[in-house]
């Protein structure tokens, strides 16, 4: 009974120590060793990549998209739609709509956006792009396409007052191609080149 007693004790000697040592490694020395090496390597990435405005101000994340609203919209390239939270780009609310691609509300939010979209850029509804109506799957994609962005250059260097050249000149500066020359479609950061846009104005 005693020698039944001195291996319990022991057993749980055992598990406690186990228990602290896994704490330390796995609780506090693994995640400052990963938070180090992001600081080290990838500050920026590791700090929620945020972009700056020309005076230092942080404007948002170049991974997350933002809604340019209000009365001065016309003046600012327009994101894709976001079903991420009640105002959209919820970054704590991160997902899709989850409506399916024959649901009646998601057909009329649809055909409501292209008509908004065409009026707003002055195009013909069958030339707006698909992502100029749908959300991403997240609803916090940054990007739009090349093709929805050059859609966008009229509105925008009207209501600033800018040649469509030196508008379309800008989209194409801040268009990314391909990951690795092959992975995905050409893409443009909205905010960023909002950003760029707003110098030149």
Known sequence: MASTSR????????????????????????PLAVWGVGQGVF??????SPVQSSDGTVVGSSLIGQSFTGKDADR????????AG?????????????????????????????AAV???DGVPESSVPADAVTA???GLDP????????????????????????????????????QLGFLGEPVVNVLELNLALAKQS
Do not use: C
């Open 76 to 83: 600012w390239f327009q994101s894709r739609p976001s079903a």
């Open 136 to 138: 991403s799957g997240s």
């Open 143 to 178: 990007d739009i396409s090349p093709a929805y962005a050059l859609e966008q250059v009229s509105r925008v260097a009207a209501a600033r007052g800018l040649s469509e050249s030196a508008v379309r000149q800008l989209v194409q500066q801040h268009t990314e191609a391909r």
């Open 118 to 120: 065409a009026k707003a």
């Open 43 to 48: 500050p920026a990435q590791a700090n929620g």
């Open 86 to 114: 009640e105002k959209g780009y919820d970054a704590g609310a991160s997902s899709g709509s989850n409506l399916g691609p024959s649901n009646p509300d998601l057909l009329k939010a649809i055909e409501e956006r292209k």
């Open 7 to 30: 291996s319990s004790l022991r057993s749980l000697g055992v598990a406690v120590r186990l228990t602290l040592l896994s704490t330390v490694v796995l609780g506090i020395a693994y």
